[in-house]
């Protein structure tokens, strides 16, 4: 077991090379990103990797959470407060509406949904696409049509493509989920209507780049043109809904992020 204190763990989460919240508004794709030395979150799960080498998984989230767990604990004695107190506050406020429901029945989140079926049932039916392409450049090979250099160019950006459409379908639901059920609570602080306007903004990057990325499956496989249109046009209108349902989303600046 590690002898960290929580003292040391206070420590650990306050290294001032940290950009506050970056976290908060990522993509989460931490094998591509570039801050992964600047994020907290990464450090944590890092931090949790390095103590299940010496202990069990179960033995070093247990510590961590202790840790975490006296940390508050700490915090609230030092503001003179009871875990009791604290306790009771959470469970005063009973919501009017029920932002969870409001936000499962909105337009953007049912429609990021239908997205994600979208694209289940494209690679489901169109399973095996990809290894025509291969027999396709091949054959294109052998007669001279295109080089080497040429087909492995267009095979690493039909990879990347999949890649990228398969990392954001679901973040595209996620966030977009998040961000309008905040948008449905009460009395929201300046700082949480960053914070569902950063999710949206993630939301609509998320978009930009499955475009693209569809844009080039479009290219590359044009007797799949209208699937891909039907797919594309979804996403498209997807993304105009949310930048009228959030239209101060773009503007936001997330931290660390963007300039
Ligand atoms: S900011 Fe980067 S390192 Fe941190 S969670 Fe997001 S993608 Fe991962």
């Known amino acids: 077991m590690s002898s960290q204190t929580p003292k040391d763990f206070l420590k650990f989460l306050k290294n001032p090379d940290f950009i506050d919240g970056i976290y908060n508004y990522c993509d989460s794709w931490c094998?591509?990103?570039?801050?992964?030395d600047k994020c907290m979150n990464f450090a944590m799960r890092k931090y949790k990797e390095d103590q299940s080498r010496q202990t069990s998984t179960e033995d070093s989230l247990t510590e961590v959470f202790q840790q975490t767990t006296?940390?508050?604990?700490?915090?609230i004695e030092e503001k003179g407060m009871s875990w009791e107190e604290v306790v009771s506050q959470a469970d005063?406020?009973?919501?009017?509406?029920?932002?969870?429901?409001?936000?499962?029945?909105?337009r953007n989140v049912k429609a990021a949904k239908e997205y994600t079926y979208l694209y289940g049932s494209f690679l489901k039916k169109e399973q095996g696409f990809m290894k025509g392409k291969g027999v396709e450049f091949q054959n294109d090979l052998n007669?001279?049509?295109?080089s080497v250099e040429e087909a492995e160019k267009a095979l690493l950006r039909i990879e990347d493509a999949f890649e990228v459409i398969n990392w954001y379908q679901s973040l595209i639901y996620i966030k977009i989920?998040?961000?309008?059920?905040?948008?449905?609570?009460?009395?929201?602080s300046d700082f949480m209507i960053d914070y569902y306007n950063g999710k949206a903004k993630l939301t609509l990057i998320?978009?930009?780049?499955?475009?693209?990325?569809?844009?080039?499956?479009?290219?590359?496989f044009p007797?799949?043109?209208?699937?891909?249109?039907?797919?594309?046009?979804h996403l498209e209108k997807l993304r105009r809904q949310i930048?009228?349902?959030?239209?101060?989303?773009?503007?936001?600046v997330r931290p660390g992020l963007d300039r």
Do not use: M, Y
């Open 223 to 233: 007797e799949k043109a209208n699937k891909i249109s039907e797919i594309l046009l």
């Open 92 to 106: 005063t406020a009973t919501p009017i509406i029920d932002p969870h429901k409001e936000a499962n029945k909105h």
């Open 143 to 146: 007669k001279g049509l295109i």
């Open 31 to 36: 094998d591509r990103c570039a801050f992964t």
């Open 243 to 252: 930048e009228k349902d959030f239209p101060n989303a773009r503007k936001f």
């Open 206 to 220: 998320s978009i930009d780049r499955s475009l693209a990325a569809w844009l080039v499956l479009q290219v590359h």
């Open 70 to 75: 006296d940390l508050i604990k700490q915090l």
């Open 177 to 188: 989920r998040n961000a309008c059920q905040l948008f449905f609570e009460e009395d929201l």
